[in-house]
Nanobody, 123 residues
Framework: QVQLVESGGGLVQPGGSLRLSCAASGDISNAFAMGWFRQAPGKEREFVARITWRITSTYYADSVKGRFTISRDNAKNTVYLQMNSLKPEDTGVYYC????????????????WGQGTQVTVSS
């Protein structure tokens, strides 16, 4: 079982930046990739980005490409999501998730989830 704890959410104005962190602990030896998802009120949880632990492979949703950057620190078992040029439509609860799938993207590909951190983009 992998335990995940997100941090770094908050309130930011449009055009601003935030960096989310996700610390992983527990049995991460079989985890191949980590991902970020988000869920806005009344909407389904959607994929944002993912990164693999062992090789440098990243993938982004079209809606965040060019604005968000996912990265990892293997020594700290931590994954980050740098969010720049934030828009009101980026508002939601952001979840970190762990996967044993080779190149996961769908929600069902991820077995372990964090509790989420709120990101609000508003003036």
């Amino acid at each position: 079982q992998v335990q995940l704890v997100e941090s770094g959410g908050g309130l930011v104005q449009p055009g601003g930046s935030l960096r989310l962190s996700c610390a992983a602990s527990g049995d991460i030896s079989n985890a191949f990739a980590m991902g970020w998802f988000r869920q806005a009120p009344g909407k389904e949880r959607e994929f944002v980005a993912r990164i693999t632990w062992r090789i440098t492979s990243t993938y982004y949703a079209d809606s965040v490409k060019g604005r968000f950057t996912i990265s990892r620190d293997n020594a700290k078992n931590t994954v980050y999501l740098q969010m720049n040029s934030l828009k009101p439509e980026d508002t939601g609860v952001y979840y970190c998730a762990s996967s044993t799938v080779l190149y996961p993207r769908a929600t069902v590909d991820f077995a372990s989830w964090g509790q989420g951190t709120q990101v609000t983009v508003s003036s």
